[in-house]
């Protein structure tokens, strides 16, 4: 078991869409790490930034906060 600390999750509607963050450069090197088909971690402080770049691509992320 691995534990991440102040890391971010992205849950993307399928495996596909995480495949294709995954492939943009500018979003691949914000990723921490994946644990499924459909979530990934993204690095701390990093949030803001893959928020934009999701932006960018057309998407429309949902940001919750505790």
Same mark, same amino acid.
């Given at each position: 078991?691995? *534990?991440?600390? $102040?890391?971010? +999750?992205?849950?993307?509607?399928?495996a596909?869409?995480?495949? %294709?963050? /995954?492939?943009?450069?500018k979003?691949?090197?914000?990723?921490?790490?994946? *644990?499924?088909? $459909?979530?990934? +971690?993204i690095?701390?402080?990093?949030?803001?930034?893959?928020? %934009?770049? /999701?932006?960018r691509?057309?998407?429309?992320?949902?940001?919750v906060?505790?």
């Open positions: 078991m691995k *534990l991440h600390r $102040r890391v971010a +999750l992205v849950l993307t509607e399928d596909h869409l995480a495949e %294709e963050l /995954l492939a943009r450069k979003l691949a090197q914000e990723i921490a790490g994946r *644990l499924s088909d $459909r979530a990934l +971690l690095r701390p402080g990093r949030v803001d930034a893959v928020v %934009e770049e /999701l932006q691509m057309g998407q429309t992320p949902q940001v906060t505790r």
